[in-house]
């Protein structure tokens, strides 16, 4: 019997890891369905973050052109996309994301659709009017 608790230990340590937002997910285009950038979640100061870690469908060396401030000419490698996410019960609003192939912010909410599916809104608003992406957990 005490054999069995550290496998019981790691099982729910793994149940609960694949409950969160944080890790990395792939991106997939909404037309071509082909993966366009791997995108990193994080947690600083009880706020959510994303980074793109890497882009499929631009060079390595490409840069922000059509963002603003800060992030103008930033690279696309280690740019911030989503900013200041707070969990409020199953999902994560409060926050922002940015579309880096047109430079524009969005108000932003995310919640898990299931353990490898991230369901991301980006809208104008209301929550209504905006559009969805589904994100797949990088395995």
Not at 11 to 39: M, P, R, Y
Not at 52 to 61: C, L, Q, T
Not at 88 to 102: A, F, M, Q, R, W
Request: glycine share 8%; net charge negative.
């Amino acid at each position: 019997m005490k054999h069995l608790f550290p496998l019981f230990l790691a099982l729910v340590c793994s149940v609960t890891f694949a409950q969160t937002i944080e890790g990395q997910w792939e991106t997939i285009d909404d037309t071509t369905n082909e993966k366009k950038a791997l995108i990193e979640i994080y947690e600083t100061n009880d706020k959510y973050y994303a980074k793109i870690v890497k882009s499929y469908i631009s060079d390595k060396d490409a840069v922000c052109l059509e963002c603003k401030g800060d992030k103008k000419n930033a690279p696309i490698p280690g740019l911030v996309i989503i900013e200041g996410l707070e969990e409020d019960g199953d999902e994560y609003n409060g926050g922002t994301i940015l579309d880096p192939e047109n430079g524009k912010t969005y108000k932003c909410y995310v919640e898990l659709a299931s353990d490898d599916k991230l369901k991301v809104r980006g809208y104008l608003g209301f929550a209504l009017i905006g559009r969805t992406q589904y994100w797949v957990r990088k395995k």
